[in-house]
Every structure is written in structure tokens, then in C-alpha cells.
């Protein structure tokens, strides 16, 4: 999972927590995040206070981090502490659930403002997003499955790479073949709705 924060005189403020899925094993590839985690209130919290902590041993202030976290049978551990903005789509997120835009926040840290982080009603209690992860290397022919995706019910986002693209066997972040972002008004179903999406989705790559 990640810990979203701003830090500013002094103070680290926790947004949320995001929970991650990984496969591709044995790259360890993150296939999607789902705002806010499924977690219960005693583990994330825990898991915010270790993000907490870890700022505040580096000595960060003024500043937007995305700490990744491990819940482990000795407690949470720290995986890496990064001082900018979460990445692969996190932020938006956080701001379809909470209205909470974490890119302003960062640039009104950056000039020494204080941030907006009152959360809002947005209608969305959940957020989601997955990854098309390519399983061999080739030319994508097709993405099969598609047609019509981005009106299909809770669906916010959904963005695949186009006929004639290049396509490598996933061995990182950086092959996916696109993604899907869709929400749940009254619960943490979002992830599951993407993940119906996904599988709906079958790619179709000619070696060569």
C-alpha cells in the first residue's frame, strides 16, 4: 500500500491510504490501486503513523510524498519514502473520492502557501484503477473487447494503446498496453468493477 501525505510547517497530513495489486512475478509488476485501501481502521492507521514517522526521520516539510508501506506479522514497514506526487494515475484517485487535488497541493507547498486539503463530497466512495499488463512480445493487432468501454457503467477513465504498437513481455511499469479507472458510489467495489473490465479485454499481438 502507499501512504498519500502533505507535509507544511512542520506537520505531515495524511490524505489516504491507496492499496496495491502486483503480478508478473518474478518482476513484481503493480497491475492497480484502489482508493481508499480495503483496509480495517487499526491497519491504516498504523500504516499512516509509520509514513508519518518516516517523514519525519528524513527531515521532509513543504512537501507531497508517496510512502509504500508493507503490513508484515511484525507490524508496518517502510519500502520507500518518495518526496513528489504518487504516480500511475493515484492522484486522480484521490480526487475523484475525496475532491482533494494532490498536484495543487504540491505547488502550493512548493511556494511556501498553505495547501486546500478539506475534503469534499464527490459523490464516489471508491476508486480504482487497473492495468493491461502484455504477456508476450510482438505487434499489438488488437485489443479485443473494447468497443465502447469508456460508457460503460462506472468507468472515469480508459485509455489503450492503439493497433500497430509495440509490444514487449512486461517485465516493469513500463509496458503496459493501457489502463481502466472506474468508481463505486456506495462502496469499495472499485476495484472489482475494473477488474471485471480487464478481463473483458483481450489483447491480440502477432510475433514477428
Same mark, same amino acid.
Given at each position: 500500500?502507499?501512504?498519500?501525505?502533505?507535509?507544511?510547517?512542520?506537520?505531515?497530513?495524511?490524505?489516504?491510504?491507496?492499496?496495491?495489486?502486483?503480478?508478473?512475478?518474478? /518482476?513484481?509488476?503493480?497491475?492497480?490501486?484502489?482508493?481508499?485501501?480495503?483496509?480495517?481502521?487499526?491497519?491504516?492507521?498504523?500504516?499512516?503513523?509509520?509514513?508519518?514517522?518516516?517523514?519525519?526521520?528524513?527531515?521532509?516539510?513543504?512537501?507531497?510524498?508517496?510512502?509504500?508501506?508493507?503490513?508484515?506479522?511484525?507490524?508496518?514497514?517502510?519500502?520507500?519514502?518518495?518526496?513528489?506526487?504518487?504516480?500511475?494515475?493515484?492522484?486522480?484517485?484521490?480526487?475523484?473520492?475525496?475532491?482533494?487535488?494532490?498536484?495543487?497541493?504540491?505547488?502550493?507547498? /512548493?511556494?511556501?502557501?498553505?495547501?486546500?486539503?478539506? /475534503?469534499?463530497?464527490?459523490?464516489?466512495?471508491?476508486?480504482? %484503477?487497473?492495468?493491461?499488463?502484455?504477456?508476450?512480445?510482438?505487434?499489438?493487432?488488437? %485489443?479485443?473487447?473494447?468497443?465502447?468501454?469508456?460508457?460503460?457503467?462506472?468507468?472515469?477513465?480508459?485509455?489503450?494503446?492503439?493497433?500497430?504498437?509495440?509490444?514487449?513481455?512486461?517485465?516493469?511499469?513500463?509496458?503496459?498496453?493501457?489502463?481502466?479507472?472506474?468508481?463505486?458510489?456506495?462502496?469499495?467495489?472499485?476495484?472489482?468493477?475494473?477488474?471485471?473490465?480487464?478481463?473483458?479485454?483481450?489483447?491480440?499481438?502477432?510475433?514477428?
Amino acid at each position: 500500500m502507499s501512504v498519500e501525505t502533505v507535509s507544511f510547517d512542520g506537520k505531515s497530513h495524511v490524505v489516504g491510504v491507496t492499496d496495491k495489486s502486483v503480478g508478473g512475478a518474478p /518482476a513484481f509488476i503493480e497491475t492497480g490501486h484502489m482508493f481508499p485501501a480495503a483496509l480495517d481502521d487499526e491497519a491504516a492507521t498504523a500504516a499512516a503513523r509509520t509514513a508519518q514517522d518516516a517523514l519525519a526521520a528524513l527531515g521532509l516539510d513543504h512537501v507531497v510524498a508517496h510512502t509504500e508501506i508493507k503490513l508484515t506479522a511484525h507490524g508496518p514497514r517502510v519500502v520507500e519514502v518518495k518526496p513528489r506526487p504518487a504516480g500511475n494515475r493515484i492522484t486522480e484517485l484521490v480526487r475523484h473520492v475525496t475532491g482533494i487535488d494532490l498536484a495543487a497541493a504540491f505547488v502550493a507547498v /512548493a511556494l511556501g502557501d498553505t495547501p486546500d486539503l478539506a /475534503a469534499r463530497d464527490t459523490g464516489l466512495t471508491s476508486a480504482a %484503477i487497473g492495468f493491461l499488463v502484455p504477456e508476450a512480445a510482438g505487434v499489438l493487432d488488437a %485489443i479485443e473487447g473494447a468497443a465502447g468501454l469508456v460508457g460503460r457503467p462506472g468507468v472515469l477513465e480508459a485509455q489503450l494503446a492503439e493497433p500497430g504498437t509495440t509490444v514487449k513481455a512486461a517485465g516493469s511499469n513500463n509496458e503496459y498496453l493501457g489502463h481502466v479507472m472506474a468508481a463505486d458510489p456506495a462502496g469499495s467495489g472499485a476495484r472489482a468493477r475494473v477488474e471485471e473490465l480487464l478481463g473483458a479485454l483481450r489483447p491480440r499481438v502477432a510475433t514477428r
